[in-house]
C-alpha cells in the first residue's frame, strides 16, 4: 500500500447511497484528498450492492482512488474492487486471502494490541484502529487513545487507519501521531452545516 501524504482521507460511504451521491462523490474525489473509498451498504442485496459499486468504481477510477468493500469479500471479488475490509465478526483473513489474492485487506483491530498483532501476523495490509473520537456513525464500543496509536506503530510499518468521529477540528492530532489514513465518513456525508465539497476542503 503506497501512502501519499496529500492524499490521508479513507473515505466511507454513507450507509444509504441517495440520487445526488455519486455526484457528490466526483466533487469530493475531485479534491485529492482521497486514497480509498470504501463501499458500506448494511441493508442493500448483493444485486443493488453490485450495481451501485460499479458506478462508483468508475469513479474511483477517474481519480485514482483504491475501491475497498466493506466486510463482503464475495462482492470484492465480482466487482473486481481493489481490496475488501474485514471486520472482527467477517471472514478470516487467511480465508480471504485465499479468495481475493493479492488485494488489499484490511482489518479491524478496534482499541486492542492483541488484535493489531494478530493482523500482522496475518499479514493484513492495514490495521484500522479506533474508535478515537465518539462516532454517530456507528456505535462506540471501543474507545481508543492516542497512546495505542503510538504503542502499535512501534509494533509496525503496515499503515494505520485511524477511526471514529472524526472531523475538520479533531484530526490533526491524528496526523501528528503518525496515523497514516483517517477513516471519515459522517463528516463528509452528514454534516449539517456543510457540504461535502465544503466539509472536505476544511480538512487540509
Not at 60 to 87: E, P
Not at 96 to 123: E, P, Q
Not at 144 to 168: M, Q
Request: with cysteine; hydrophobic share 40%.
Amino acid at each position: 500500500m503506497r501512502y501519499n501524504k496529500k492524499r490521508f482521507i479513507y473515505l466511507i460511504s454513507p450507509l444509504k447511497i441517495k440520487k445526488n451521491f455519486f455526484e457528490d462523490l466526483n466533487e469530493v474525489l475531485k479534491q485529492k484528498k482521497v486514497s480509498f473509498f470504501q463501499l458500506r451498504l448494511k441493508k442493500e442485496s448483493f444485486r443493488k450492492k453490485l450495481l451501485i459499486g460499479r458506478k462508483i468504481q468508475k469513479i474511483c477510477k477517474k481519480f485514482y482512488v483504491k475501491l475497498l468493500i466493506n466486510d463482503d469479500v464475495y462482492l470484492a471479488k465480482k466487482l473486481n474492487a481493489d481490496g475488501c475490509h474485514l471486520g472482527q465478526k467477517d471472514m478470516n483473513i487467511l480465508e480471504a486471502r485465499k479468495l481475493i489474492g493479492k488485494k488489499i485487506l484490511g482489518v479491524t483491530c478496534h482499541n486492542s494490541t492483541k488484535l493489531a498483532k494478530l493482523a500482522i501476523k496475518n499479514k493484513a495490509d492495514y490495521l484500522a484502529l479506533g474508535a478515537f473520537n465518539v462516532s454517530r456513525t456507528k456505535k462506540t464500543r471501543h474507545k481508543a487513545d492516542l497512546k495505542l496509536l503510538k504503542k502499535v506503530k512501534k509494533l509496525t510499518n503496515v499503515p494505520i487507519v485511524a477511526i471514529g468521529g472524526i472531523n475538520s477540528d479533531n484530526y490533526k492530532k491524528l496526523l501528528l501521531n503518525k496515523a497514516n489514513f483517517l477513516a471519515i465518513s459522517g463528516y463528509i456525508w452528514n454534516n449539517k452545516k456543510l457540504k461535502p465539497t465544503e466539509a472536505i476542503k476544511k480538512v487540509k
